[in-house]
């Protein structure tokens, strides 16, 4: 078979033609296939005439389109098809004898276009739609007009052989997946931006509306909450020196590839999810619609969006908004109580502990005692003040408590949340009275899921910088001991593994207490989810009991081990076994490779039987994501050379990157050096590529390492991954630096192991 990839600078290898996005045109395509192949492209087949064993298919002109959303793909499909209420006829095409798999895409493709057309108040353009599951890709998927390319991993859902707790997880991603593609006919296809340097008003705003439509199809999957995840990351990468603006100036074609990155995704959703929920839905909404009638068919800058919001709304969004696009980073809003009054701080937040430059006009939230007393408004410089004291004196809150009924009381259990429900891209750190109040807020649990989240994730952050100890951090996870959402719960695994990460390296003789302790932490929800799945219980329980048990079996936990290798062997007689989902395998696998050794390596056989044998993508990308977890360096380095054979499609060996363990770490980097000319040759420097470093650099927190990094890369550096490099190498600095504070807390092995011996 063959299929395209243009995005974004290639279809000048298939054509000659003006290779910009802002430079669009109509395109006739004609294509000579073998006669038994099936031929796709962006438009529908005008005709087709038999020249004996070839054929030459000739498809309707396109309207008006950017070259980098050209796509044909040939060869041998089976598919199913539906057509949507406006005529719209929809087909998606999956591997031979597999179209029962695409079924599930299929039906989310048909919604999608419904609800976008009803939201954007603009008909989908195209008289069809394809979407098709390939083989080998680079990325996720790709939105050619009318002609959707996924990996298969991303869209073939084989509901048939799954049970219903199995099918969630896969469902859910699927959904967002194909909700973002589709979302791109509009936000991407029909306006078009105009340069690389807005690519993030393609894909900040199909991420942003791809969890706006999910939610709207499955509201019981809670995605917003999920998204929080995604808002983490772009605060992650976008806390780095070397991080970029969203609107970043591209003047080389090879270098616009990395920025398909946390910064145009996840920052870019997570600023239009602060403006949206600044504006409100209607307005949003109502400006959205008229930008895509205003552009439809042309392209757009950045300013052009803010513009139409602006007119909209009757608010200044473009000063607004070009603070957060047009610089990188984000305030650290520092927040003290002084009577009735709450002052606030903005600086630059940085991993590297120094504070940035920055400004920001930044939304803050807040509420007082409960969600019903809130506020907000615009900090436009470092420093600003509020008074509180309606806030103070409103009648009630939650607890039935007013300042002026009860003080004391009030003194005692009044607590505020600022940016309330994470809906802003900023860190707060609160003064020490108010932080106290806090956790005893989450304690009774007053606090929302999201609000949670995020003072984890920004007591995380901050600990990182060297702003806070870790005995506080690990002080505040304990408080999280009992909680029982989805989201929280899966920051919290996160943050346990972050901390593993440079505990290892600053304490390694006592690196197994702050193991048992986190085992400590997450055994209540694991005994209360267990390993099966109950009929009818909720979605996100389904994705909970995964996250945990493979948690448990990471910290190497012995009673999970030992009930994983159990329910394994079960598995190998009968690979139907109820005893493991879809979910729990994944722990299972983990607590084989954890045993696994080059002296007892009788499990890890067995599982690669499982890897050869298993029918579908999804199960093959789940044990490629735990091999590597070995202890022992030989093993890392023959799953690595695993991953690169023929055994594995090229686009799957990066799942088998973000399991590698930290014993393995120095093995991976050896194998990295010795196979350097080999990756180039094979995976070049697309997509795939910046998994290769990052994901292998990323386990080191040494600054001799990072050195020896750099050494390495010193005359081997292109412009197609410079960028990548330089944050990979600062993310190890920045842990190197965590590894040195956490030294100097001498009193931290002592309290570790108090922690983990109480239970
Ligand atoms: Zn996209």
Same mark, same amino acid.
């Given at each position: 078979?063959?299929? +395209?990839?243009?995005?974004?600078?290639?279809?000048?290898?298939?054509?000659?033609? *003006?290779?910009?996005?802002?430079?669009?045109? &109509?395109?006739?395509? +004609?294509?000579?296939?073998?006669?038994?192949?099936?031929?796709?492209?962006?438009?529908?087949?005008?005709?087709?005439?038999?020249?004996?064993?070839?054929?030459?298919?000739?498809?309707?002109?396109?309207?008006?389109? @950017?070259?980098?959303?050209?796509?044909?793909?040939?060869?041998?499909?089976?598919?199913?098809?539906?057509?949507?209420?406006?005529?719209?006829?929809?087909?998606?095409?999956?591997?031979?004898?597999? @179209?029962?798999?695409?079924?599930?895409?299929?039906?989310?493709?048909?919604?999608?276009?419904?609800?976008?057309?009803?939201?954007?108040?603009? #008909?989908?353009?195209?008289?069809?739609?394809?979407?098709?599951?390939?083989?080998?890709?680079?990325?996720?998927?790709?939105?050619?007009?009318?002609?959707?390319?996924?990996?298969?991993?991303?869209? %073939?859902?084989?509901?048939?052989?799954?049970?219903?707790?199995?099918?969630?997880?896969?469902?859910?991603?699927?959904?967002?997946?194909?909700?973002?593609?589709?979302?791109?006919?509009?936000?991407?296809?029909?306006?078009?931006?105009? *340069?690389?340097?807005?690519?993030?008003?393609?894909?900040?705003?199909?991420?942003?509306?791809?969890?706006?439509?999910?939610?709207?199809?499955?509201?019981?999957?809670?995605?917003?909450?999920?998204? %929080?995840?995604?808002?983490?990351?772009?605060?992650?990468?976008?806390?780095?020196?070397?991080?970029?603006?969203?609107?970043?100036?591209?003047?080389?074609? =090879?270098?616009?590839?990395?920025?398909?990155?946390?910064?145009?995704?996840?920052?870019?959703?997570?600023?239009?999810?602060?403006?949206?929920?600044?504006?409100?839905?209607?307005?949003?909404?109502?400006?959205?619609?008229?930008?895509?009638?205003?552009?439809?068919?042309?392209?757009?800058? +950045?300013?052009?969006?803010?513009?139409?919001?602006?007119?909209?709304?009757?608010?200044?969004?473009?000063?607004?908004?070009?603070?957060?696009?047009?610089?990188?980073?984000? #305030?650290?809003?520092?927040?003290?109580?002084?009577?009735?009054?709450?002052?606030?701080?903005?600086?630059?937040?940085? !991993?590297?502990?120094?504070?940035?430059?920055?400004?920001?006009?930044?939304?803050? $939230?807040?509420?007082?005692?409960?969600?019903?007393?809130?506020?907000?408004?615009?900090?436009?410089?470092?420093?600003?003040?509020?008074?509180?004291?309606?806030?103070?004196?409103? #009648?009630?809150?939650?607890?039935?408590?007013?300042?002026?009924?009860?003080?004391?009381?009030?003194?005692?259990?009044?607590?505020?949340?600022?940016?309330?429900?994470?809906?802003?891209?900023? =860190?707060?750190?609160?003064?020490?009275?108010?932080? $106290?109040?806090?956790?005893?807020?989450?304690?009774?649990?007053?606090?929302?899921?999201?609000?949670?989240?995020?003072?984890?994730?920004?007591?995380?952050?901050?600990?990182? &910088?060297?702003?806070?100890?870790?005995?506080?951090?690990?002080?505040?996870?304990?408080?999280?001991?009992?909680?029982?959402?989805?989201?929280?719960?899966?920051?919290?695994?996160?943050?346990?593994? /972050?901390?593993?990460?440079?505990?290892?390296?600053?304490?390694?003789?006592?690196?197994?207490?702050?193991?048992?302790?986190?085992?400590?932490?997450?055994?209540?929800?694991?005994?209360?989810?267990?390993?099966?799945?109950?009929?009818?219980?909720?979605? !996100?329980?389904?994705? %909970?009991?995964?996250?945990?048990?493979?948690?448990?079996?990471?910290?190497?936990?012995?009673?999970?081990?030992?009930?994983?290798?159990? =329910?394994?062997?079960?598995?190998?007689?009968?690979?139907?076994?109820?005893?493991?989902?879809?979910?729990?395998?994944?722990?299972?696998?983990?607590?084989?490779?954890?045993?696994?050794?080059?002296?007892?390596?009788?499990?890890?056989?067995?599982?690669?039987?499982?890897?050869?044998?298993?029918?579908?993508?999804?199960?093959?990308?789940?044990?490629?994501?735990?091999?590597?977890?070995?202890?022992?360096?030989?093993?890392?380095?023959?799953?690595?050379?695993? !991953?690169?054979?023929?055994?594995?499609?090229?686009?799957?060996?990066?799942?088998?990157?973000?399991?590698? @363990?930290?014993?393995?770490?120095?093995?991976?980097?050896?194998? %990295?050096?010795?196979?350097?000319?080999?990756?180039?040759?094979?995976?070049?420097?697309?997509?795939?590529?910046?998994?290769?470093?990052?994901?292998?650099? &990323?386990?080191?927190?040494?600054?001799?390492?990072?050195?020896?990094?750099?050494?390495?890369?010193?005359?081997?550096?292109?412009?197609?991954?410079?960028? /990548?490099?330089?944050?990979?190498?600062?993310?190890?600095?920045?842990?190197?630096?965590?590894?040195?504070?956490?030294?100097?807390?001498?009193?931290?092995?002592?309290?570790?192991?108090?922690? &983990?011996?109480?239970?």
């Amino acid at each position: 078979m063959a299929a +395209t990839q243009f995005e974004a600078v290639d279809a000048r290898r298939c054509f000659p033609c *003006w290779d910009e996005p802002a430079l669009k045109a &109509a395109f006739q395509i +004609t294509l000579d296939v073998p006669l038994e192949l099936t031929a796709l492209s962006n438009m529908p087949i005008l005709k087709e005439k038999l020249n004996g064993d070839i054929k030459t298919v000739y498809f309707e002109e396109s309207p008006m389109m @950017s070259t980098y959303l050209v796509a044909v793909v040939v060869g041998s499909f089976d598919s199913v098809e539906e057509t949507t209420a406006d005529g719209i006829r929809v087909r998606v095409y999956c591997p031979p004898g597999k @179209s029962d798999n695409g079924k599930f895409a299929l039906h989310v493709a048909v919604k999608a276009l419904e609800l976008y057309t009803r939201y954007f108040s603009v #008909p989908y353009p195209l008289p069809k739609l394809d979407m098709v599951a390939v083989p080998e890709f680079a990325g996720g998927a790709m939105e050619n007009y009318g002609l959707i390319i996924y990996r298969e991993n991303d869209m %073939l859902h084989d509901e048939l052989q799954s049970t219903a707790a199995k099918k969630q997880r896969l469902s859910e991603q699927i959904t967002v997946v194909a909700m973002h593609e589709v979302a791109h006919q509009w936000f991407g296809n029909l306006v078009t931006m105009e *340069w690389w340097t807005h690519l993030w008003l393609n894909e900040g705003f199909a991420t942003w509306v791809s969890y706006m439509a999910t939610d709207n199809l499955f509201p019981e999957w809670k995605v917003w909450t999920q998204f %929080l995840q995604y808002t983490a990351s772009g605060l992650h990468m976008d806390s780095l020196e070397k991080s970029h603006p969203i609107e970043v100036e591209i003047i080389h074609a =090879r270098a616009v590839l990395e920025i398909f990155d946390a910064i145009s995704y996840e920052k870019g959703s997570a600023v239009i999810q602060m403006l949206q929920s600044y504006l409100g839905d209607a307005i949003f909404q109502k400006s959205l619609s008229s930008y895509m009638k205003r552009y439809a068919w042309k392209n757009a800058k +950045t300013e052009d969006l803010w513009s139409v919001l602006t007119e909209e709304s009757g608010v200044e969004v473009t000063n607004l908004m070009e603070t957060w696009t047009k610089q990188k980073g984000y #305030p650290l809003i520092s927040v003290n109580l002084n009577g009735h009054i709450l002052a606030f701080e903005q600086s630059q937040f940085l !991993l590297s502990g120094l504070a940035g430059e920055g400004l920001w006009i930044v939304p803050i $939230t807040l509420c007082l005692g409960s969600y019903e007393r809130q506020k907000k408004f615009l900090l436009k410089t470092r420093c600003g003040e509020i008074d509180i004291s309606d806030l103070f004196n409103s #009648p009630s809150d939650c607890l039935g408590l007013s300042e002026e009924n009860d003080p004391e009381k009030f003194k005692e259990h009044f607590w505020i949340k600022i940016n309330i429900y994470q809906s802003g891209f900023y =860190r707060v750190k609160y003064e020490d009275k108010l932080a $106290t109040q806090l956790i005893k807020a989450i304690e009774s649990n007053y606090v929302s899921a999201p609000d949670k989240f995020g003072i984890l994730d920004d007591t995380h952050a901050l600990c990182q &910088a060297g702003k806070q100890s870790l005995s506080s951090l690990l002080t505040l996870m304990g408080v999280y001991r009992k909680d029982i959402d989805y989201t929280v719960v899966s920051n919290l695994i996160e943050v346990c593994y /972050n901390i593993v990460k440079v505990y290892y390296d600053a304490f390694p003789d006592s690196v197994d207490y702050l193991r048992q302790y986190f085992i400590n932490i997450l055994r209540p929800s694991a005994e209360r989810l267990g390993w099966e799945s109950v009929s009818g219980e909720p979605h !996100l329980n389904v994705l %909970l009991r995964g996250e945990i048990s493979m948690a448990l079996a990471s910290f190497g936990d012995e009673k999970t081990h030992e009930d994983a290798i159990r =329910r394994f062997k079960s598995l190998l007689m009968d690979r139907n076994t109820p005893l493991l989902s879809a979910d729990t395998k994944r722990a299972a696998y983990i607590a084989v490779m954890r045993k696994t050794t080059v002296a007892s390596r009788n499990y890890f056989e067995s599982l690669l039987s499982i890897y050869r044998e298993a029918d579908t993508v999804q199960e093959k990308e789940r044990i490629l994501r735990h091999l590597a977890a070995s202890p022992d360096p030989d093993i890392v380095m023959e799953v690595l050379n695993f !991953l690169a054979s023929d055994e594995v499609r090229d686009q799957d060996i990066i799942y088998g990157f973000r399991g590698i @363990s930290l014993e393995g770490r120095e093995a991976a980097w050896k194998w %990295l050096k010795d196979h350097w000319d080999f990756i180039l040759n094979k995976y070049g420097t697309g997509l795939l590529f910046t998994n290769f470093l990052t994901d292998i650099i &990323a386990l080191f927190s040494s600054n001799e390492k990072a050195d020896e990094v750099e050494a390495f890369f010193a005359n081997r550096t292109t412009l197609a991954f410079a960028m /990548n490099l330089k944050q990979s190498i600062e993310q190890v600095r920045i842990k190197a630096r965590w590894v040195q504070n956490i030294k100097q807390e001498e009193s931290l092995p002592e309290l570790i192991k108090q922690l &983990a011996i109480k239970g």
